[in-house]
């Protein structure tokens, strides 16, 4: 099929393919496998990891998975990430190991570049998909580094019920909505749990505010900030916390403190050319992965801030894959 126009046509003497994902998590890879069993040959940018984009997205970085069906006694992340892959590249998907670092939505074929070739002719694809995901927001503690995921979290639904977490004692650090969500959450397997907020309030909705503070199980310390985590070399056991007016500092033995300050969507490769909210997640019709350009459909935590599971990002996928088919079948 000769590629798409809309608009002005780009002229390329290099690969031009029906659809590109971008993103190797389980929103892309979900797409690929769908796109690929529907014969678009599609080609995937799982990113590299010298770019800073590590290839499987963010459960490459975590251990056990509980909570993604099909697996009833759990699977290590990087080994889903791995299963993921194979599926795509069983029905026909070419898996490239690079970062796209820059593409133009202005026009139909959509052209983009890999990173380090941003001077050379581009790639065209007719439709793409974003799937580049999204990473927590960290704050850099002392410690921080020795202790993520050895006791910090930044999710409460995927770690929580985790054995090092339960009936113990634990932390959260927030005052929006996210920290009164994972607070009461966690008050579910935690034997306590504190919030600890810069701020003298919440900026939590009522609701949600309203349901932390009649919490038994939950005290929120004001006016608190973490400074240092610490513990044994394995696990976490400590948070050394100070106050912001008094500056006096003192110790909360916790075996878990979870981030609920946000995430960082990873849509600087198309800020300014697709419309995104304020927090930067791209908006996509509800309903649907369709962005703002028709041709360029969003998938995974890149568009969603509310659910971030492997699961919805999976489906997300799998709808921007049956909207291509549908849009290029439509086109034919
Ligand atoms: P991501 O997984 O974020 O993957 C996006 C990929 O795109 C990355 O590989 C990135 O390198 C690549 N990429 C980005 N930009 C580019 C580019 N320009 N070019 C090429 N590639 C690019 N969810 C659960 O359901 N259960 C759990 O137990 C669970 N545990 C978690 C534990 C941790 C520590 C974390 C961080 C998350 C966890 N999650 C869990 C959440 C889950 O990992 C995410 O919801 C899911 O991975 C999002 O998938 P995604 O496909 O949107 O993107």
């Not at 513990?231 to 003192?250: H, I, M, P, S, Y």
């Not at 304020?278 to 935590?301: C, H, L, M, N, R």
Request: charged residues 20%; hydrophobic residues 40%.
């Amino acid at each position: 099929m000769a590629p798409l126009t809309n608009g002005s046509v780009h002229k390329s003497t290099k690969i031009h393919s029906k659809v590109v994902i971008i993103g190797s998590g389980p929103a892309g890879h979900t797409a690929a496998v769908y796109l690929a069993r529907a014969n678009l040959n599609p080609v995937l940018f799982e990113g590299f990891m010298a770019n800073g984009f590590a290839a499987g997205g963010q459960l490459t970085t975590t251990t056990e998975i509980e909570n993604y069906p099909g697996f009833p006694k759990g699977i290590m992340g990087p080994e889903l990430m791995d299963k993921f892959r194979e599926q795509s590249i069983r029905f026909g998907t070419q898996v490239i190991t690079e970062t796209v670092s820059k593409i133009d939505l202005s026009a139909r074929p959509f052209r983009y570049w890999r990173e380090g070739q941003e001077d050379e002719e581009p790639e065209t694809a007719d439709a793409v998909i974003i799937a580049t995901g999204a990473s927590a927001k960290r704050l850099g503690l002392k410690g921080e580094d020795m202790y993520w995921q050895s006791g910090i979290s930044a999710c409460a639904v995927c770690d929580g019920a985790v054995p090092i977490f339960r009936n113990k004692p634990l932390a959260v650090i927030g005052g929006g909505d996210s920290a009164a969500e994972e607070a009461t959450y966690l008050t579910k397997y935690g034997s306590h749990v504190y919030v600890l907020v810069r701020r003298g309030e919440l900026r939590a909705s009522k609701i949600m505010a309203k349901r932390l503070m009649n919490n038994p199980k939950i005290t929120v310390l004001w006016h608190t900030v973490a400074t240092e985590c610490q513990g044994d070399g394995d696990l976490l056991n400590n948070l050394r916390l100070k106050n912001v007016f008094t500056g006096e500092e003192k110790d909360l033995p916790v075996n878990g403190l979870f981030y609920a300050i946000g995430h960082e969507p990873a849509t600087a490769l198309v800020r300014n050319q697709l419309h995104t909210d304020e927090e930067g997640y791209i908006i996509t019709v509800p309903g649907t992965t369709q962005t703002s350009i028709k041709g360029v459909f969003a998938a995974g935590d890149v568009q969603d801030k509310r659910y971030r599971q492997a699961i919805t990002s999976a489906g997300s996928g799998c709808m921007a894959a049956l909207e291509v088919e549908r849009l290029l079948s439509e086109e034919e």
